[in-house]
């Protein structure tokens, strides 16, 4: 997570586009990009994963330090660019693929939208409580 938010308050693609969790950063402190592995966080102040199983929340980082076991796995939904390192994410890039689809992100919103939402989406655009990241 730390090369998500290394260059801001540059416009770079790289910036985290996120869900599961609550992220808060500090873009006053030095951006750390393109590792594969970060132990002692930089801008990062907190980070909360919310667990996929609904057990609740994984506190990974508070206060800038690194919480619980720093080698414990998570599983995320990406695309091919990121999948391959693109925008710095070298750590993305060096993990495992589980499961890998041919089909492409748009064609899976599709699919989703028409099969899970009914072909409708009736969210407000944006939320009145914006509560991914916070600077």
Known sequence: MENAYSAVPST???????????VEFDPSKPGIDDQVEVTTPSRIKSLVVMKGDGSGDDIVVEDFALM???????????????LTGGDGYNGVAAGRVLVKTEDGEQKILEDYIMEALGGMVDIKDPPEVANVVQV
């Open 12 to 22: 770079s693609g790289r910036f985290g586009q996120v869900a599961g969790m609550k």
């Open 68 to 82: 619980g076991d720093p080698a414990r796995t998570f599983v995320l939904a990406t695309n091919e660019f990121l």
